[in-house]
C-alpha cells in the first residue's frame, strides 16, 4: 500500500534552516509528483510548492520563493523540504502529499505530519 | 491571486441531520474546486474533486456542487465519524497554484 513517512519534529532558533523527509513506499517514485503543504498552530492549510521526483523540477508558492527548497533522491525514493531563515511564524505542521502526474489537484497520499518549531 | 472564502466558521449539527457548507472564489475557478476533511491529528483527506467528483472510496452521503465562484459541500446525514474540519481549495494545475479556504469546523450539536 501507499506509504509517505515523513521524518521527526524539529526544533529550530530563529534563523536557521531546516530540512524535512518524506519517504515513499508502495508505488513508482517518479510516476507521481509530491506537494509541500503546511498547517500553523490551530490555523488552515497552506500550499508551499511541488516537485516532479523524475526529472526533479520544481514550482514554489510565490510567498516561499527563494527560501524553500525541495529536492529528491530517486535511490531512496524520499523527497525533501529545506526552509531557511526561519522565524517563529514558520512553526507548523509540514506535510507532504502525492499526486498523479496527469492529475496533480489530486492530493491522494499524505504524509503523517512533521512538526516543526521555530523558537529562540 | 485567488481568495477563497467560507462560511459559516463553524457549523452546529445532530448526527443524522443534513450539513451545508459553502465556499466562495474571489475570481472564476471554473470546476477546479476540491473539498478535504480534516480530523483532529490527522493528515487531510481529499473528498471531492472536479467540485463534484467524489475521491476513491468517500461514502454517498458527501456530494458536492457549484461552479464558477460559489460551491457547495453537502453531507446528507451527518455520521459521527464525519464531525471535523473541511476545507475547499481551488487549484489550477499548470503553472501549479493551490490555495485551500480557511476552513470550517462541523461540529456536534
Known amino acids: 500500500q501507499v506509504q509517505l513517512v515523513q521524518s521527526g519534529a524539529e526544533v529550530k532558533k530563529p534563523g536557521a534552516s531546516v530540512k524535512v523527509s518524506c519517504k515513499a513506499s508502495?508505488?513508482?517514485?517518479?510516476?507521481?509528483?509530491m506537494h509541500w503543504v503546511r498547517q500553523a498552530p490551530g490555523q488552515g492549510l497552506e500550499w508551499m510548492g511541488i516537485?516532479?521526483?523524475?526529472?526533479?523540477?520544481?514550482s514554489y508558492a510565490q510567498k516561499f520563493q527563494g527560501r524553500v527548497t525541495m529536492t529528491r533522491d530517486t535511490s531512496t525514493s524520499t523527497v525533501y523540504m529545506e526552509l531557511s531563515s526561519l522565524r517563529s511564524e514558520d512553526t507548523a505542521v509540514y506535510y507532504c502529499?502525492?499526486?498523479?502526474?496527469?492529475?496533480?489537484?489530486?492530493?491522494?497520499?499524505w504524509g503523517q505530519g512533521t512538526l516543526v518549531t521555530v523558537s529562540s | 491571486e485567488i481568495v477563497m472564502t467560507q462560511s459559516p466558521a463553524t457549523l452546529s449539527v445532530s448526527p443524522g441531520e443534513r450539513a451545508t457548507l459553502s465556499c466562495r472564489a474571489s475570481?472564476?475557478?471554473?470546476?477546479?474546486l476540491a473539498w478535504y476533511q480534516q480530523k483532529p491529528g490527522q493528515a487531510p483527506r481529499l473528498l471531492i474533486y472536479?467540485?463534484?467528483t467524489r475521491a476513491t472510496g468517500i461514502p454517498a452521503r458527501f456530494s458536492g456542487s457549484g461552479s464558477g465562484t460559489e460551491f457547495t459541500l453537502t453531507i446528507s446525514s451527518l455520521q459521527s465519524e464525519d464531525f471535523a474540519v473541511y476545507y475547499c481549495?481551488?487549484?489550477?494545475?499548470?503553472?501549479?497554484?493551490?490555495?485551500f479556504g480557511p476552513g470550517t469546523k462541523v461540529d456536534i450539536k
Open positions: 502529499a502525492s499526486s498523479p502526474k496527469m492529475a496533480l489537484h489530486l492530493f491522494d497520499y
Open positions: 516537485i516532479n521526483p523524475s526529472g526533479g523540477s520544481t
Open positions: 481549495q481551488q487549484y489550477n494545475n499548470w503553472p501549479p497554484l493551490f490555495t
Open positions: 475570481q472564476s475557478v471554473s470546476s477546479n
Open positions: 508502495g508505488y513508482t517514485f517518479t510516476s507521481y509528483y
Open positions: 472536479g467540485a463534484s
